[in-house]
């Protein structure tokens, strides 16, 4: 027997060895084994042509075939098996720290083989096992019988007989006694030896190195226990094509392209060795340690390993890296890496102490949906939030593909066991984003199989339908279709959008309805718009002012009255932070009250345009609006960042989402039975159709004016929401010119503004927008304004020809009043309602009929993102009450549903 060892101290290996050699005598055996003891932690024995690759902290035996030196002999194959067993029972006891250096031959005696064949003294196969169990009870366990073993102190451990990760030391204990065991995990322990080697001894260099990194940009105390975490515990890798973990050591370098490709048998450099079989390397069975990830693993952690290489860092430069998960000692990402670039508009990540933008998630922080949905994940904070940001940063780096466990667990790198717990629970995670509309939302297709969609969670037979084909329409059904529900739309026009439509009668898109974005910033329609490829264009903000006579107003007098109008709105909103909805008032009425002091200075009585202004945003009369709520979305997130305008249309981006699903125009609604289990619609045409759950998207005003009979009738809170809350109207005018008259008053503003002194006017042409394009090499010019307030009664006798401005080329007047399907811009708060009236819109009835649209959305009405973003909201409430809890589904399948009806 030959033994090529590093380690200059092989007392304990050469006891070990001694006594697997005396095995190989008692079986009769005349052999030579050459093991060789490498740098690092792995191990060869070379036994009859065949190389057993094994690495310590494996506790187990990973073989390979290779053809090696005629020198090395075995005679009897049949002991193969059970020289494999010892060997990796030893190897669960030899937990040493070798070198490279020095590399020595240690002789022991060896029983040679004759050259001309097999001893004839061979013992039986019936021999060999009485002899190997007769020294396996009395050599083996008697040798072992008087060894001390301390077991872990902390409670709740799982490891019978810890073992020692780091081997930091001459004196590491391996698995024998210590004074103390220190706790990473069940899995992970580090011995009083080895601490002492780092707090105390030869190792406190390389500690204090690293302690001084860690100070310098952590916001946490550094500690021996961080440091074993951080630098110390081995590396976790999954198969590519078993998906069973193996160990890698710890001075291994973990990088996504090696993590995407490694299979067992493949060293961390990627290299598999020459005459390497696969589907033996892949047959071994995992380690079994493994099992501590699975119940009740985080009560077990006492130290986080932190991600590192983490591509979520250089967009969190404003945070300290353990804050939110990462390394402080990753200098190598956060000093020297540059950042990849997200698409325009995609920013996902609230910048530090700036929490104010919608969708925009706050990488230190849990919010409240996060803490309600992982009760266990909130224990482990940073953990949740490196796994979290990296999601969240891969899809905006990329969202024209699906955010999946294979695009997300190569970029999860962190050292020990607990990456294995990381990348078995991605997939809660992605699914929570995912119904949230954080992620794989808007134009793409769901692939064939995904690991985080619980798709069998709901019956096969389940159906949906969903009255209306606009925004939240069809946002639900792509979300629903993603999830394999049977999704109906029934459209009551002969095309899809709703109070989206796009005209071309001008040569160009203009839209009837909507066609800008309002906050571009991370909102989800500019990022769709970048999956269709749809072009955006930025408005300027400049806006310059025009009176009645043609005059250009000053830049300083429309700053001032800018900000003398601005201050009455401060001023009110003191105002009513000591009132209750029984105190409220009419705006405009509010505002008069304070409006003769800003006469007094300023001389001028030009405010109506602001007025003007506020009444087309709000879509009524300022008589009619609440002083109190009519900006209550105020009070959440909002979208930032420039207003953008779709010169191709908004049509263009909801055709690429109504792909593929099951839309039946011309189909207009009568009445809705929801009485039994199965809702039972019928058309006016005589046709029903019947489903488990059904989404009622309509605009408000057709559910005001009991367009649509409900049996039974709506319970009274929801028909005190749907009679609440305001219909607001706007007109759009769109004229034509053969010239650019207005162009030497604008100084190339996208929009200039129509100042009046006459109130009786107010709410006529307030802003003119400029949405000239081209038709081919020629340019067609034209300005779209709109008419609201209480202008909006003026024109009720006149043609469109007598509302619009003189000597247009072409026009046309909208008039989504008399739209049958329509009738309204949309919804405002009226004086005495409350904002909490857009939640009882969107409140679920019998958690059977459920409702969407910008009228049910709090946070963004009148908007198409509160649409979509509707649609998306009930999609996933429909999506949880389906889910059926009888069908072998875990516990926190159970959860999903329990918080759901606690919900409703």
């Not at 925009?360 to 949905?373: A, I, Q």
């Not at 969240?392 to 990329?398: D, G």
Request: net charge neutral; glycine share 6%; aromatic share 10%.
């Amino acid at each position: 027997m030959t033994i090529l060892d590093s380690n200059e101290k092989t007392g304990t290996s050469k006891l070990i060895l001694q006594r697997l050699f005396l095995v190989l005598v008692v079986l009769g055996q005349s052999t030579r084994i050459n093991i060789i003891l490498r740098g690092g932690l792995d191990v060869t024995v070379v036994i009859n042509g065949k190389n057993f690759i094994m690495q310590r902290n494996f506790m187990k035996v990973e073989w390979f075939s290779n053809q090696v030196s005629s020198k090395v002999h075995f005679v009897n194959t049949k002991a193969i098996t059970v020289i494999t067993s010892i060997i990796g029972w030893w190897m669960s006891l030899l937990h040493l720290e070798w070198t490279d250096n020095n590399i020595t031959d240690i002789a022991m005696p060896v029983m040679e083989k004759s050259e001309s064949g097999p001893s004839s003294t061979r013992a039986s196969g019936r021999a060999v096992k009485r002899k190997f169990d007769s020294i396996d009870e009395n050599k083996f366990e008697a040798s072992f019988s008087d060894k001390r073993i301390r077991k872990c102190e902390r409670t709740g451990c799982l490891a019978k007989v810890p073992i020692c990760f780091a081997c930091a030391t001459e004196r590491c204990a391996g698995n024998g006694y210590t004074s103390r065991w220190y706790h990473i995990t069940s899995a992970e322990h580090f011995c009083n030896e080895c601490f002492e080697h780092f707090y105390r001894r030869s190792g406190y260099e390389t500690y204090l190195a690293w302690k001084g990194l860690w100070s310098k940009y952590s916001r946490t105390e550094a500690s021996v226990r961080t440091y074993m975490a951080d630098q110390v515990l081995p590396h976790w890798v999954q198969c590519t094509l078993c998906n069973k973990w193996r160990q890698l050591s710890r001075e291994a370098t973990l990088m996504p392209d090696f993590l995407k490709k490694f299979t067992c048998g493949m060293n961390a450099s990627g290299v598999k060795k020459p005459g390497h079989n696969q589907s033996d390397a892949c047959n071994y069975p995992e380690d079994q340690r493994i099992e501590y990830t699975w119940d009740s693993f985080i009560n077990q952690i006492t130290s986080f390993s932190y991600m590192k290489s983490s591509p979520a860092w250089p967009f969190l430069t404003g945070y300290f890296p353990d804050g939110v998960g990462m390394s402080p000692t990753d200098t190598d990402v956060f000093v020297e890496t540059k950042a990849q670039e997200m698409p325009k508009y995609l920013d996902p990540f609230a910048i530090s102490h700036d929490h104010g933008k919608a969708r925009h998630v706050t990488p230190d922080t849990l919010d409240e949906l996060e803490l309600n949905e992982f009760p266990d994940l909130s224990r482990l904070p940073v953990t949740y939030l490196a796994l979290r940001n990296i999601c969240v940063t891969l899809w905006n780096l990329n969202c024209k593909e699906w955010l999946t466990r294979n695009r997300c667990s190569p970029y999860i790198n962190c050292r020990g066991i607990i990456r294995v717990f990381c990348v078995e629970n991605i997939d809660r995670i992605l699914w929570f984003l995912t119904r949230k509309g954080l992620i794989n939302f808007g134009l793409l297709p769901v692939p064939k199989s995904l690991s985080f969609i619980p798709t069998l969670a709901v019956k096969e037979e389940t159906s949906v339908i969903i009255i209306g084909a606009g925004t939240a329409g069809l946002s639900a059904a792509k979300q629903l279709t993603n999830y394999g529900i049977k999704v109906k739309l029934l459209e009551a026009k002969s095309k899809i959008g709703g109070r989206i439509c796009d005209d071309e009668s001008f040569g160009v898109c203009v839209g009837r309805g909507a066609q800008v974005i309002n906050g571009s910033s991370n909102n989800p329609l500019t990022a769709m718009c970048y999956q269709a490829d749809i072009p955006l264009k930025e408005i300027c903000d400049k806006c310059e002012l025009i009176s009645d006579k043609g005059e250009i107003i000053s830049k300083e007098m429309d700053r001032r009255m800018d900000f003398h109008f601005n201050a009455i709105l401060d001023i009110i909103a003191e105002w009513r932070k000591t009132k209750d909805v029984s105190q409220d008032i009419n705006l405009l009425d509010k505002f008069w009250e304070m409006h003769q002091q800003f006469l007094d200075e300023s001389q001028l009585s030009f405010s109506e345009f602001h007025f003007s202004n506020l009444e087309y945003a709000c879509g009524c009369n300022l008589r009619h609006l609440s002083t109190l709520n009519w900006d209550q979305n105020e009070a959440f997130p909002q979208f930032c960042g420039a207003n953008v305008v779709l010169p191709q249309g908004f049509l263009k981006l909801l055709q690429k989402l109504a792909d593929n699903l099951d839309i039946v125009y011309n189909s207009e609604v009568k009445d809705l039975d929801y009485s039994g289990e199965i809702v039972t619609v019928k058309l006016t045409n005589g046709q029903e159709y019947k489903a488990n759950k059904i989404l009622v998207t309509v605009p408000l005003a057709v559910l005001k004016n009991q367009c649509i009979q409900f049996k039974p009738d709506l319970p009274d809170w929801k028909m005190a929401a749907i009679n609440s809350l305001g219909i607001g109207l706007v007109e759009k005018v769109v004229l034509k010119f053969g010239r650019k008259f207005w162009k030497s008053k604008t100084n190339g503003a996208d929009m200039f503004g129509h100042v009046s002194h006459d109130a009786t006017v107010r709410g006529q042409f307030s802003v003119f927008h400029d949405i000239s394009g081209r038709s081919g090499s020629k340019e067609v010019l034209i300005l779209s304004t709109h008419i609201s307030g209480e202008y909006l009664k003026l024109t009720e006798d006149k043609t469109d020809k007598e509302i619009t401005i003189p000597d247009p080329i072409k026009y046309f007047v909208t008039h989504w009043k008399n739209d049958k399907y329509a009738q309204m811009a949309y919804s405002y708060v009226p004086v005495g309602v409350e904002g909490e009236i857009f939640d009882d819109m969107a409140h679920v009835v019998e958690d059977t009929v459920f409702f969407g649209g910008e009228a049910t959305n709090r946070q963004h009405p009148q908007s198409v993102t509160g649409a979509y973003l509707s649609g998306i909201r009930e999609a996933e409430k429909i999506f949880l009450s389906l889910w059926v809890i009888d069908r072998g589904y875990n516990m926190q399948d159970i959860k999903y549903r329990i918080r759901y009806i606690i919900y409703i």
